[in-house]
């Protein structure tokens, strides 16, 4: 009876036991405390579980208890390996994200107690869970939580230790922290006292330049003006600050250089030049207008745009171009005007050599003739035959040294005529194949066109000649839409464009002026072992003139 009695009041004393826990797991709402068998199923649950994860009785009781963590900590494997540390070590605490019900993440310190009974058989798990999501308003109710849990267990202690030892963690790394600010802070100040020495230097930059600088806003009303802008606009600063940037551009530009700075910061490039042509129009606070180079830039600044400009007065170079250009005119119309005058010369030259000289050659031969007749002595007719190869060799050197001078062939019989001559020639003296293609066959052209087309190919063929060491030449003469198109190609061993020029070689040059004197160009390619390309480009003259028909 008294081992029954014995074992009716360990019962008793259990289920007391029980009971005062049950108790106080339903009544404690800030923490949920509940128990797990071996395995990590929920075994009981209580009005802090509710709370805290959502959940009534029926709905977790018997689940897993690693629904209650991220997506993450279970594939990793986290709630199975706490379970063990807690089985090895008695206890564990962990801090980190758990997941409600409803799917929401919540900050949770938890403690897992392994339960084992007298005999030191593990029996299951008592874990405790805590919201520590605020934790200023966690730190505020900690005594009276930490009171609560002594009353509870002495786990619940531990706990209430370990969140101290963590403050005053947290309370270091804060201290940490404090002097690092004061360190970057320190930093901070000296360069920000470097930066305005900067500032300092950039405005003295800025104030000495050479060139005028303005920098406007957005609104495009000045800001910055610098002692070289006073200077080039003749207006004081004190004007100049707050005034709109159109005062300083003539009247007829100033829409157009509004809309040119407005699509200038919406480009989001940083600088660039501003004007087409490189050069705009600037206005002197007098009306007198004058050319500037100009370019801009832009920064933003809190949030606002400020556009810097930077004006220099080019009215004296502009000035020099200009009559630059008038002198280059000058010497092109006057080189031009020899050119005419040398071909002139040069055809007067060959009819000369052609008619009179061949008159008096042929009279020598007719002399000859009736000498030859008169039955000479042996010597005589010697001396006769010897005369006439003398007169014949006269007679080739007359023809060759007034084709040189003007192909009497371009003037009595035209272009082609003449280019197939001298195409022919060219191979005969040089043995270089050579090959003339005409489009159209019956191309027919005036001066200064025929002569200009002839003079480019002859000299170019020459050019081969002396210097190409080719085998094959091609030769193309073509009317292009409104222009004549002259191409020599030759197989030869090239030269590199960038090669300098021997001081008395105008070959080349040449050629180019011919083209310039009626408004064409020459371009010339190429590469050494690759040959020579050179493309003269003539426009023809207008339908009905001189240049074609």
């Not at 191309?443 to 050019?463: F, K």
Request: with cysteine.
């Amino acid at each position: 009876m008294a081992r029954t009695g014995g074992k009716e009041t360990g019962a008793e004393e259990r289920a007391e036991i029980e009971a005062r826990f049950k108790l106080l797991a339903e009544n404690v709402v800030d923490y949920a405390i509940f128990m797990l068998d071996g395995q990590g199923y929920v075994a009981s649950w209580s009005a802090g579980g509710e709370r805290i994860k959502g959940y009534q009785p029926e709905e977790i009781i018997g689940r897993h208890f690693s629904v209650f963590y991220v997506p993450e900590d279970v594939q990793s494997g986290k709630p199975e390996r706490e379970l063990r540390e807690a089985a090895a070590a008695g206890r564990i605490e962990d801090e980190g994200w758990r997941v409600r019900k409803d799917g929401s993440r919540f900050r949770a310190f938890v403690v897992i107690t392994a339960l084992r009974d007298g005999s030191g058989v593990l029996r299951g798990f008592a874990k405790v869970t805590r919201d520590v999501t605020e934790l200023k308003r966690a730190e505020e109710e900690l005594q009276t939580e930490v009171a609560e849990r002594r009353r509870v267990e002495q786990e619940l202690k531990e706990l209430n230790q370990t969140l101290e030892r963590r403050v005053a963690e947290r309370t270091a790394d804060l201290q940490a922290l404090n002097e690092a600010l004061r360190a970057e802070q320190a930093v901070r100040e000296r360069a920000e006292a470097e930066l305005s020495s900067a500032r300092q230097r950039l405005a003295g930059i800025i104030e000495s330049a050479m060139d005028a600088v303005i920098t406007i806003d957005e609104r495009q009303e000045v800001v910055l003006f610098n002692a070289a802008a006073e200077s080039l606009f003749g207006c004081p600063r004190a004007e100049a600050i707050g005034a709109p940037l159109a005062r300083f551009i003539p009247g007829r530009f100033q829409a157009a250089h509004a809309a040119h700075v407005e699509q200038f910061g919406r480009a989001g490039v940083t600088s660039r030049r501003m004007g087409s042509q490189r050069i705009v129009m600037g206005l002197r606070s007098h009306g007198g207008e004058f050319p500037i180079e100009a370019s801009i830039s832009q920064i933003d600044q809190s949030g606002k745009k400020f556009y810097t400009v930077i004006l220099r007065d080019v009215s004296e170079r502009v000035l020099a171009e200009r009559k630059l250009r008038e002198s280059q005119e000058e010497l092109h119309q006057l080189a031009s005007s020899a050119q005419t005058a040398r071909e002139q010369e040069k055809g007067r030259l060959a009819r000369e050599l052609h008619d009179e000289l061949g008159q008096l050659i042929t009279s020598l031969k007719i002399d000859l003739s009736f000498l030859k007749s008169d039955s000479p002595s042996p010597s005589q007719r010697a001396k006769i035959g010897a005369m006439e190869g003398l007169l014949d060799a006269m007679v080739a050197a007359s023809r060759r040294i007034a084709s040189d001078l003007r192909p009497l062939m371009l003037d009595d019989l035209g272009l082609v005529p003449a280019a197939e001559w001298l195409v022919q020639n060219f191979q005969q003296r040089t043995g270089i194949d050579c090959d003339l293609t005409v489009d159209p066959p019956d191309l027919d052209l005036h001066d200064p066109h025929a002569t200009a087309i002839y003079r480019i190919l002859q000299e170019s063929l020459t050019n081969v000649a002396k210097h190409a060491q080719a085998t094959v030449v091609k030769v193309s003469v073509e009317l292009d839409n409104d222009e004549i198109a002259l191409t020599i190609r030759d197989n030869g061993r090239g030269f590199r464009l960038t090669d300098p020029r021997r001081p008395t070689s105008f070959g080349l040059v040449g050629l180019r002026e011919r083209a310039y004197f009626l408004g064409g160009i020459v371009v010339i390619e190429s590469e050494p072992g690759k040959g020579t390309a050179i493309c003269a480009r003539i426009p023809a003259a207008p339908s009905g003139g001189p240049a074609a028909r």
